[in-house]
């Protein structure tokens, strides 16, 4: 089905672009652009640890399905841990964070209705030169958190609070 403001996008593995951002790896099956819109949809890779501080999307609502890796998810005033398998739907205006457990890396499906949101991180980053995470070659991690913070209120997201604990 093709919708009326977008277009039929088939991508195979490793065709779509990739984006390095925040430590993570973006790879974009689809976009705003692409989607007339409707919604955008990244494979993202994420190392251990990685922790975004609690914040609220004001424009979409997301969901992501875990592959691979764990990970614990705060959505509102819930605790979820999520192992290969898990979903999760997050409302828009809903404050969320998560965290990267386990001693390997996150593989997730990510996904935003409408699709914007996605352009955040092929803003903030740099064009993944590989699929894999980015090292000594992405961009230095506080340049990335500067131009985060002044990308992000264009993209409605509005930071609450500090990264969620690393749990002992």
């Not at 976009?31 to 640890?49: C, H, I, M, R, W």
């Not at 592959?67 to 398998?85: I, K, N, Q, S």
């Not at 506080?142 to 749990?167: K, Q, S």
Request: aromatic share 8%; net charge negative; proline share 10%.
């Amino acid at each position: 089905m093709k919708d009326e403001d977008g277009r039929v996008v088939c991508r195979h593995l490793d065709q779509g672009p990739a984006t390095w951002a925040m430590g993570s790896l973006f790879e974009r099956l689809v976009n705003a652009e692409e989607s007339g819109g409707s919604l955008g949809l990244s494979l993202v890779t994420q190392p251990p640890g990685t922790a975004p501080p609690l914040h609220r999307h004001t424009h979409e609502a997301e969901a992501f399905y875990l592959l691979t890796g764990t990970m614990t998810y705060r959505a509102g005033d819930e605790c979820f841990d999520l192992v290969a398998g898990s979903f999760i739907y997050l409302p828009r205006g809903l404050p969320h964070a998560f965290r990267v457990t386990g001693e390997a890396p996150v593989r997730f499906l990510g996904l935003t209705v409408p699709g914007a949101l996605v352009g955040l991180y092929d803003e903030v980053g740099v064009p993944a030169r590989e699929r894999r995470l980015p090292g000594e070659d992405g961009r230095p991690l506080a340049d990335e958190i500067a131009r985060w913070n002044e990308v992000a209120p264009r993209y409605g997201l509005e930071v609450l609070g500090p990264p969620m604990p690393a749990v002992a």
